[in-house]
């Protein structure tokens, strides 16, 4: 199961995604992209912190909001820390190459 909370108004979203993503729920990042792109969104972060898997669907979907906010005019990041586990397989992947990670900013939400 997979829970997708989207905090934040204005030009920034961050999405806590929380539980197991793979083949049967990864839409769910999908659409919450579209989601806040369509709504003006300018930057989107996405918070991995509680996620506690994910697989080679759950990967490409990470992936693929990189395209869908370049297409929006949205900056598109990974907040940071990051679990051990998720960082490694972000590693070996490359995907630590490719998609840029952030710090949080604000009040610290990671409770979520």
């Keep these: 199961?997979?829970?997708?909370?989207?905090?934040?108004?204005?030009?920034?979203?961050?999405?806590?995604?929380?539980?197991?993503?793979?083949?049967?729920n990864a839409s769910q990042l999908d659409e919450a992209l579209e989601a806040v792109c369509a709504d003006g969104a300018r930057e989107v972060v996405l918070n991995l912190q509680?996620?506690?898997?994910?697989?080679?669907t759950g990967l490409a979907s990470v992936l693929a909001g990189r395209t869908l906010c370049k297409q929006h005019g949205c900056r598109y990041y990974i907040e940071t820390p990051?679990?051990?586990?998720?960082?490694?397989l972000l590693a070996v992947t490359g995907i630590d190459r490719v998609l840029p990670f952030k710090r949080p900013t604000g009040p610290r939400a990671s409770t979520r």
């Design 1 to 24: 199961m997979l829970d997708v909370v989207i905090t934040g108004q204005g030009e920034r979203r961050v999405l806590f995604l929380r539980g197991q993503m793979d083949l049967d």
């Design 82 to 88: 990051v679990p051990a586990s998720l960082k490694r």
């Design 50 to 56: 509680r996620l506690d898997f994910i697989d080679s």
